[in-house]
């Protein structure tokens, strides 16, 4: 593994603290993920991905703003392994680069209507922009 | 009995009869609610990465306002609730992250003393539902009431400690003690897809879809939640059956609605 792949797999590790070789691949996490189907890459695939150091797809992947953070993975998951976590430091990674934002404050009037929790829009916000 | 209270964001604006229900029934069953001063919004989801600190601020000075009170703290939206333990939860456990915490803050230390409670488990642990009962004046009959729990509210356990996260029954006890019949039903802790709705309506109706599906094929004639995001969701994707608050249902048994439609 290249040392720039190596730092970026120990900076995941260390954020998340998921320790990725916990996992034994029985994919419940994926089995029980309500985005599954609308995911490119599965939490069990961000776990695999990350152990190898291929973690280059996953930075790319749309899968990383489908993840609900509904906390499923994480609770059943028989390992402690907790994928979610693992989910949100990709997803940190990715849009911690300058102009990697995926929301902006600009983009929300379109998104509203007179119904919507602030929540839903402090929490998108949360998850997508840095 | 007297709580801090931290109301949240939402509960200030699109779901202010979640807040004033909540006082209400409070005020009837002797807990004394005292709003947090100068709040602000808990950040709407928790940030589960270790080197994250700022954007868990907001919630720290929260548990630290209700220390210095010498109180123990009441919560109603799931979201803040959520947001709000597992932030006092990283303090308890995890020192690198206290260490950063408390160097942000001008004051005291803090290392996670505060006691949270959900107002469910306000309800059940220290109320109890039992009193709860005896001060029903306005019984559902019977009414067929489907709990619906979201994520929120029990994931992750190891933090939450609210109930069995795969089989809860703290809204059912609720209901059955206002009179109603508690239905149980297979989706009622999946998710509704909550702020995906912004960027994919499509997975949220899905997901939506799904829990009152499930709640209406087990013959529900309402949805209560806590959460203002799972409400909307629900109600955005076509549910044909009410959807309201466990406030609302208990202001309504306890015959306080009124009362409190006029505030």
């Not at chain 1, 392994?81 to 300058?98: F, G, M, S, T």
């Not at chain 2, 932030?87 to 505060?114: C, L, P, S, W």
């Not at chain 2, 912004?198 to 499930?214: C, D, G, I, R």
């Amino acid at each position: 593994m290249s040392s720039n792949k190596k730092n970026l797999q120990e900076e995941l590790i260390r954020i998340s603290g998921v320790n990725p070789r916990k996992c034994m691949r029985c994919g419940k996490c994926s089995g029980t993920c309500p985005a599954y189907d609308e995911m490119e890459y599965h939490p069990h695939q961000f776990v695999y991905m990350v152990e190898t150091g291929d973690i280059e797809p996953l930075l790319e992947s749309e899968s990383l703003y489908k993840c609900l953070i509904c906390f499923a993975c994480v609770e059943r998951c028989p390992r402690g392994v907790e994928p979610a976590k693992l989910v949100e430091a990709v997803r940190l990674a990715a849009i911690r680069k300058q102009g990697n934002n995926r929301l902006t404050a600009n983009d929300i009037p379109a998104l509203l209507d007179e119904d919507m929790p602030q929540q839903a829009i402090v929490s998108a916000f949360r998850k997508y922009t840095k | 009995m007297k709580f801090s209270y931290f109301p949240g964001c939402t509960l200030k604006n699109k779901a202010k009869i979640l807040d004033v229900y909540a006082r209400k029934c409070a005020e009837v069953l002797g807990a004394e609610l005292e709003e947090i001063e100068n709040w602000q919004c808990c950040g709407g989801v928790f940030t589960t990465a270790k080197d994250e600190v700022a954007t868990k601020l907001s919630s720290v000075r929260i548990l630290k306002e209700a220390l210095r009170k010498e109180t123990d703290l009441v919560t109603v939206c799931s979201a803040c609730h959520n947001v709000v333990k597992q932030t006092n939860y990283a303090i308890q456990t995890d020192k690198e992250f206290a260490g950063k915490v408390n160097r942000y803050m001008a004051e005291d230390e803090y290392n996670g003393e505060t006691k949270i409670y959900h107002y469910l488990e306000l309800l059940r642990d220290v109320i109890g539902f039992d009193k709860v009962k005896e001060k029903v004046v306005n019984s559902l009959n019977g009414k067929k009431v489907a709990a619906y729990y979201g994520c929120l509210l029990l994931r992750p356990n190891s933090v939450m400690r609210m109930d069995d996260p795969e089989n809860p029954s703290i809204i059912e006890d609720l209901i059955r003690a206002i009179g109603g019949e508690a239905i149980v039903y297979p989706a009622r802790n999946e998710c509704c897809g909550g702020y995906v709705r912004l960027e994919s309506p499509e997975l949220a109706n899905k997901k939506s879809n799904n829990v009152f599906n499930s709640a209406m094929n087990a013959g529900a004639e309402v949805i209560v939640t806590a959460c203002p995001l799972c409400k909307y969701n629900l109600e955005k994707s076509g549910c044909e059956i009410p959807v309201v608050y466990i406030t609302e249902l208990l202001a309504d048994a306890l015959g306080v609605k009124e009362d409190a439609d006029e505030q």
